[in-house]
């Protein structure tokens, strides 16, 4: 992590709370991970909590649901507030960007809506919401909770204010785009 930071990258840390152990791939259905919470912190934790250690910048979350963490069924974690919010944010301590994992996977994108899945991923503490089958119905879908106060305004000027510090650290403020033929040179290639 120190490495990828020391070369003006965002490090990060996935997929939160853990993804290793499980039979289904996220991409084509909802995984389950029916370990308890002992064995959640002894074993799936232990990589995040060394992470946000070091200063980890990002952590992205994971589609899979985790009974001993949120027994809501047929929920994942990244629309879950209590792993997102209660177990990284509040119990972890971790303050940087938590993005999710592409929206478009069927572990999501079969159960919610664009509108719903992107409301749901930024009330339960998403940052960034990626990769959603529909943009304009994600942002639609986040602007109208705001309005109807199932995501606090201040929660959305937090998200905000943390992806414009990434952005200043990173200097993208600076140079908004990439100089393609310095590449090379810049990787060794």
Same mark, same amino acid.
């Given at each position: 992590?120190?490495? %990828? ?15 290793? #152990?499980? =039979?289904? #791939? ?14 959640? #912190?002894?074993?799936?934790? !232990?990589?995040?909590?060394?992470? @946000? ?10 589609? @899979? ?72 119905? =994600? ?5 109208? =909770? ?9 929660? !959305? ?5 943390? %992806? ?13 785009? &990439? #100089? &393609?033929?310095? !590449? ?6």
């Amino acid at each position: 992590l120190k490495g %990828i930071q020391a070369g003006g990258m965002l490090s990060t840390a996935k997929h939160f709370p853990g993804h290793g #152990d499980t =039979a289904t #791939d996220t991409h084509l259905d909802l995984a389950v991970i029916e370990h308890p919470r002992a064995r959640l #912190d002894a074993v799936e934790l !232990v990589p995040f909590r060394a992470a @946000i250690a070091a200063g980890i910048d990002a952590v992205m979350s994971t589609h @899979i649901r985790l009974p001993a963490l949120d027994p809501t069924e047929g929920l994942p974690a990244t629309l879950s507030r209590p792993i997102l919010t209660g177990l990284l944010r509040q119990e972890l301590g971790f303050d940087g960007l938590v993005f999710t994992d592409s929206m478009s996977m069927h572990a999501i994108s079969r159960r919610f809506t664009p509108e719903q899945a992107a409301a749901m991923a930024v009330q339960a503490g998403a940052d960034v919401v990626l990769d959603s089958p529909d943009p304009e119905a =994600a942002l639609r879908g986040i602007r109208d =909770a705001v309005e109807r106060g199932q995501i606090p305004r201040e929660q !959305v000027e937090r998200s905000a204010e943390r %992806i414009l510090n990434a952005k200043a650290r990173l200097g993208l403020h600076l140079a908004r785009t &990439v #100089d &393609v033929e310095a !590449v090379p040179g810049a990787i060794g290639g």
